[in-house]
């Protein structure tokens, strides 16, 4: 109970799941989502508000610029 109680808070304070894996002694990543991998729920939540909150900012403190090279459209499906 104490080393599932462990790692239960240490995801909960964000450490890494590779962290997590070595701490706790699996033999791989697999093994860790395996037990843990529930308890990583909402995390996508932070990542995306994260990388939201990055992307802008960098158009407050830089000017957009024109990609350097030209423009190739992308495949429609």
Avoid: W
Avoid at 25 to 45: K, N, P, Q, R, W
């Amino acid at each position: 109970d104490l080393r599932h109680t462990h790692a239960a808070l240490a995801i909960n304070e964000g450490v890494h799941a590779k962290v997590l894996q070595a701490r706790m002694g699996h033999s791989s990543i697999t093994v860790t989502m395996d037990v843990y991998g529930g308890l990583f729920a909402g995390f996508d939540e932070g990542v995306a508000t994260a990388l939201d909150d990055a992307f802008s900012a960098s158009f407050v403190s830089e000017p957009c610029q024109k990609p350097a090279g030209d423009v190739v459209a992308l495949p429609t499906k």
